[in-house]
């Protein structure tokens, strides 16, 4: 496997053409293992992954300290072709509860020093507001991070989660690299109105979910139980009858996958990779053997017979359930 490289967008970098989505090693689906997760990361700068996604409300801090050791300690060569991506706003109790986003100017500021300070880097390399803050313009949250791009403190604004009216007057406002949005199989909202909106303003997508959070890897099972502290053990994909009907999904993809060759998951990621050269899929892999399998997606092609089982398999809007629990659709922009 080559690692092939995408542009986020007419005005980002260059990255991998997968990345390596963080979250997941600091508890958001269950315990995670430090050690391993360090090795993943490693494993994945070792085969060319160079975008690492991360969030400073992720195990509040944790994560950021986590890619700081794990950059540390690898390679120099490997270390300097990293580049970081960042969610910031989300407020968060002592025990994890979620209390809104702050996009003012001020907060915009202070969440900065704080990542640098824990990710241990002189500059962040793409920083976006993790949703939509209410109460604050978007420009004026995109025009915070401006003036941190102007002092060096950040290379390249992004966007998560936001709709296309938002995008617009984001990118109006300061140069936009990249909107951040669930997007798979079974989470296909943006194709409506956000990608074309994207595309006309030269703006490219990094596609977390595309597993929709193990959902469609062909690792999950009806009986499966998660832990309270495990995001999935209250996502309404994940509940009863729902959950039976979207692995009646991941079933129909198994055999498509089984005359290819390849896992559920390769399959999976493979479709989003073709879905455009302006879309990076972000694998949120937590071991080494998870990692090992998201890059075999790399070496898969799907001719246009592939792609037309596949849709036919799991046609637009199929899944069951909203992807996240209603209070939280409520705080997406995206899905206004």
């Known amino acids: 496997m080559t690692m ?23 508890g958001m689906y269950g315990e995670a293992d430090r050690a391993e997760s360090i090795a993943t990361v490693h494993a994945a700068l070792e085969a060319g992954v160079t975008l690492l996604d991360t969030g400073d409300f992720y195990g509040m801090g944790h994560n950021e300290l986590l890619i700081n050791e794990a950059l540390r300690t690898a390679p120099a060569a490997l270390r300097e072709n990293a580049r970081v991506s960042v969610k910031f706003g ?5 025990d994890g509860d979620w209390y809104g986003f702050d996009g003012r100017p001020a907060a915009v500021k202070n969440f900065a020093a704080y990542s640098l300070q824990r990710l241990g880097v002189d500059h962040i390399d793409v920083y976006r507001p993790s949703r939509l803050d209410p109460d604050v313009p978007i420009e004026e949250t ?27 007057r984001a990118a109006a406002t300061a140069p936009i690299a990249d909107l951040q949005i669930e997007y798979a199989l079974i989470s296909r909202g943006p194709e409506r109105e956000i990608l074309p909106t994207l595309r006309e303003l030269g703006i490219a997508v990094t596609a977390y979910g595309v597993l929709s959070r193990g ?14 502290n495990d995001f999935r053990a209250h996502s309404p994909r994940f509940q ?21 060759g390849v896992t559920v998951a390769q399959i999976a990621i493979a479709w989003v990779l073709s879905r455009g050269e302006d879309i990076v899929p972000l694998v949120g892999a937590r071991t080494r053997q998870r990692l090992d399998e998201a890059l075999g997606a790399l070496d ?5 017979a592939d792609l037309a089982a596949i849709e036919a398999a799991v046609p637009a809007d199929a899944a069951a359930g909203d992807r996240y629990a209603a209070e939280q659709m409520a705080m997406l922009d995206s899905e206004r």
């Open 215 to 228: 959902l469609i890897s062909g690792h999950v099972s009806a009986d499966r139980a998660f832990a309270a």
């Open 300 to 304: 898969v092609t799907l001719e246009e």
């Open 4 to 26: 092939r490289t995408r542009n986020l967008g007419t005005t980002g970098p260059q990255v991998s053409a997968l990345g390596l989505g963080c979250m997941g090693m600091s």
């Open 142 to 168: 995109v025009g915070a991070i401006a003036e941190l791009v102007d002092k060096g403190w950040v290379r390249h604004i992004g966007l998560s989660e936001v709709g296309a009216d938002t995008i617009r």
């Open 240 to 260: 009863g009858d729902n959950l039976r009907h979207n692995l009646t999904l991941v079933e129909s993809l198994r055999e498509i996958a089984g005359r290819k």
């Open 90 to 94: 989300a407020l968060r109790g002592p």
